[in-house]
C-alpha cells in the first residue's frame, strides 16, 4: 500500500483499472467549442487532448476548520477525496490536475493532512490552482512548495479558467466552479432528490463541487443549456436531463 506522499510517475497508466469506473472510458462523452471532454462520475472532467483532469471546490481541511472552532466532525471527507483524486490520475494517465478554485477551505486548512495529500497528487502529475476565494482566506503563503497558482482568467487551449463565474468576454468559453451547482430531479409521484451536475452554457460552463464534505447551490438552465447529472456513487454514471426549455 502506498502512503499519501507516493504515487507512480507522471502520466503513467496502471496495469489495471482502478475501481469506481476511473477509466477514459466512464462517464459521459461530448464536444463543446471544438474539444473533446468527457464528464465523469466522480464530479470531475477529463479532458484527453490536453491530459488534463479539472475539478473545482475540493475544500480540503474543511474538517479541521470546523474543529478549530469547535465543531465535531469527522476526518474522512478529505480522505475519501484524496484516494478519488489519486485513482482518477492514475487510472487516466491524466498529466495535469486543474483545480477551478477553493482547493482548501479557510485557515487553518494546511494541516499535514493536507499537505502529504497534496504533496501525493504533485508526485503524480502536475498541479495548478486557479485561486478562489477560500484559498485566499487560507492564505496562500501557507501552501506547500510546488502547487502553481493560476489568476482568474488564465487562458489554457480556447478556454479561460476562472472559479467565479464571470459573464463571457468576447465569446471566449470559461470553464468555472464555485457555485457547487445542483439540479431538483422528481419522479411522478412528487418525490424529488437533488443531484450534483455539470451545468453547461453556451460559453460557461460550471463544474460541481468535488468535494464530499459541501453544499449545493440549485441553477436555473436556460434555453439551450444543458444538464449533466452525477449520481452518489462513481458507478452510477453521468446521465444528461431534459431542462425543459
Avoid at 484527453?48 to 479539472?54: H, I, N, T, Y
Avoid at 504533485?122 to 503563503?141: C, I, K, P, W
Avoid at 440549485?218 to 447529472?229: A, K, T
Amino acid at each position: 500500500m502506498t502512503g499519501p506522499g507516493e504515487g507512480p510517475p507522471r502520466g503513467t497508466r496502471p496495469a489495471t483499472e482502478p475501481p469506481g469506473g476511473a477509466g477514459p472510458e466512464a462517464g459521459l462523452a461530448f464536444t463543446w467549442h471544438g474539444q473533446r471532454l468527457r464528464a465523469l462520475p466522480h464530479r470531475a472532467l477529463w479532458w484527453p487532448d490536453r491530459g488534463a483532469l479539472v475539478v473545482a471546490d475540493l475544500h480540503l481541511g474543511k474538517e479541521a476548520h470546523f474543529r478549530a472552532r469547535g465543531i465535531p466532525v469527522p476526518e474522512g471527507p478529505g480522505q475519501a477525496d484524496d484516494l478519488r483524486v489519486r485513482s482518477l490520475l492514475a487510472g487516466l494517465g491524466a498529466r495535469s490536475l486543474v483545480v477551478l478554485g477553493d482547493l482548501v477551505h479557510g485557515a487553518p486548512s494546511w494541516t499535514p493532512a493536507v499537505e502529504a495529500i497534496l504533496k501525493g497528487w504533485m508526485s503524480m502529475a502536475e498541479v495548478r490552482v486557479v485561486t478562489g476565494n477560500h484559498d485566499l482566506r487560507a492564505g496562500l503563503q501557507e501552501a506547500p512548495e510546488g502547487l502553481e497558482w493560476l489568476p482568474e482568467g488564465t487562458m489554457l487551449g480556447p478556454f479561460r479558467l476562472h472559479h467565479h463565474p464571470v459573464a463571457p468576454d468576447g465569446g471566449t468559453p470559461l470553464l468555472a466552479g464555485h457555485l457547487h451547482p445542483v439540479v431538483r430531479l422528481r419522479g411522478a409521484d412528487g418525490d424529488g432528490v437533488r443531484a450534483p451536475c455539470f451545468w453547461i452554457r453556451q460559453d460557461a460552463m460550471v463544474l460541481p463541487a468535488f468535494g464530499s464534505f459541501t453544499g449545493g447551490h440549485p441553477v436555473r438552465p436556460g434555453p439551450g443549456d444543458r444538464i449533466l447529472v452525477t449520481g452518489p456513487s462513481p458507478r452510477d454514471g453521468v446521465v444528461e436531463v431534459p431542462t425543459g426549455r
